[in-house]
């Protein structure tokens, strides 16, 4: 009997197009997962489950092997900073980490900078030489420099309506985001084959450009 391949998907905005790429690439995630309040899904004939987890958490999941891979956007892998392997970039949820404030902002000697972001923040101070305080929100971000808690905010950008609607401006792009195919170590070798085949057909589907 083969191994069953547990699969940590992202709830909310990538698990749409995450869904559909798998789909696209074959691989079996149920229809009723979808809209379900369920938070396992067991697809015995393919030999897979899947697992739906907050998007933060999923590297956490992988790490510990309870999942042996995952979809999770570069942005939290960053964050986060896992021992994970990274397999494969999947081009979906495609956005930027920049550095917003409002149009008028002047520099400070010290600057608060709020982010759900505080290790890759600093990091990217750090390497500017630039001295700041990290202040960690957990959303909202961009309600920050509005009401003066922070002077700068470190946030996605997507569409860049967020930054419109409140008169915000990106002042620096700090890098791009996709979500990123990931594996526990041990997984990856002890179910090699099975990682593999999804990962080429996950591959393969991109190169055809049957993306959602
Ligand atoms: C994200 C991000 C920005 C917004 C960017 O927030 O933190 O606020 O989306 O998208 P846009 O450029 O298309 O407007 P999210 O909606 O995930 O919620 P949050 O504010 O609770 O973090």
Known sequence: MRDTLMVAMPKGRIYKQASQLFRDAGLPIPDDFDDSRKLIFDVPDAGMSFIMAKPVDVPTYVEYGVADIGVVGKDVLMEENKDVYELLDLGIAKCRMSVIGLPDWKPVIHPRVATKYPNVASQYFRERGQQV?????????????????????????????????????????MFDVTSRLIANRVSYRMKNEAIQALCDRLQQTLQRGARP
Do not use: F, W
């Open 133 to 173: 305080e990290v202040i960690k929100l957990n959303g909202s971000i961009e309600l920050a420099p509005l009401v003066g808690l922070a002077d700068r905010i470190v946030d996605m950008v997507e569409t860049g309506a967020t930054l419109r609607e409140n008169g915000l401006v990106e002042m620096e792009t």
